[in-house]
């Protein structure tokens, strides 16, 4: 299957989704704080997503093969969880790093994002952590253009994440989204610069590092779907949604809380 090209319709559906998705972690982040459960969370973005926005949390019962359906609307992954945290019981607590990763589908397209929340004041390691991630984002997308290769991504955020003494997960990857939550191609956050798929115009794909604090090696837990540090570092991972645009990138799931990108990133 090839890489599919968004129409215009298609891509003002991502447009809304993208925002929609962007929106759910704006209103969830007053409530990230010490105490709270990640079930909790959960709960609070399942009820925004489905009451107030009229939208479907994508994770729920959602079954690639291989695997069991996703039990939760949303992935939580702490501290040492990679990607795929499922909530449940567990209480954060002041030094937690948090994931939180949401996809909601809008008029049956998805918008796919995730951002680090601190709880209290975590060590300066950590914070060091999901800065250089955050910077590793944006690196990614600020590549972005027709007649760019997709290996152009990864080449610049595998580089910043090792110079910075880092390691970038390779088992996960962003990936193709639009009507399909994963779709062609992938994008992995480690690679060679020009190699891979050349990018078009109206091709939309999520860019989502996961970088370790230490080494690289990963392992799933009995849940069968929770992702750890195999030497259980701590990990952190940010994720947007971009369209490739005519003369360079749209970030799709931008939203009045997110963070902005880094000023000395180019545009
Ligand atoms: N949102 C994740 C991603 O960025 C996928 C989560 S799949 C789930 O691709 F089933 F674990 F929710
Ligand atoms: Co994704
Ligand atoms: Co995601």
């Known amino acids: 299957m090839a890489i599919s090209i968004k129409t215009p319709e298609e891509i003002e559906k991502m447009r809304v989704a993208g925002r929609l998705a962007g929106e759910v972690l704006d209103h969830v982040a007053p409530f990230i704080k010490a105490g709270i459960t990640t079930a909790e969370i959960d709960k609070i973005c399942h009820d925004y997503t489905v009451n107030v926005q009229g939208a479907i949390p994508a994770p729920l019962n959602y079954a690639p093969s291989g695997y069991n359906p996703y039990p939760k609307s949303i992935c939580t992954s702490v501290n040492h969880q990679v990607c795929h945290g499922v909530p449940g019981d567990r209480v954060l607590k002041n030094g937690d790093i948090v994931n939180i990763d949401v996809t909601p589908i809008k008029d ?35 590549v972005v253009r027709p007649g760019g290769r997709i290996g152009d991504i990864g080449a610049i955020i595998q580089k910043h994440a090792e110079n910075n003494g880092y390691s970038v997960v390779r088992e996960f990857c962003g990936h193709g989204i639009g009507a399909g939550f994963h779709e062609e191609p992938q994008i992995t956050h480690y690679g060679k610069a020009g190699t891979g798929p050349v990018m078009e115009p109206g091709m939309i794909f999520t860019i989502e590092p996961m970088i370790n604090a230490g080494k ?6 009995a849940d069968g779907w929770t992702i750890v540090t195999k030497d259980h570092s701590l990990s952190a991972q940010w994720e947007h949604t971009v369209l490739v645009t005519p003369t360079g990138y749209e970030v799709l799931t931008l939203s009045a809380g997110c963070r902005p990108k880094p000023d000395w990133i180019k545009a």
């Open 108 to 142: 049956g397209y998805h918008g796919d994002t995730s951002r680090m929340y601190f709880i209290g004041e975590p060590s300066i390691q950590a914070r060091r952590l999901c800065e250089i991630t955050f910077e590793c984002l944006w690196l990614g997308i600020s």
């Open 216 to 221: 690289a090696g990963i392992r799933e837990m």
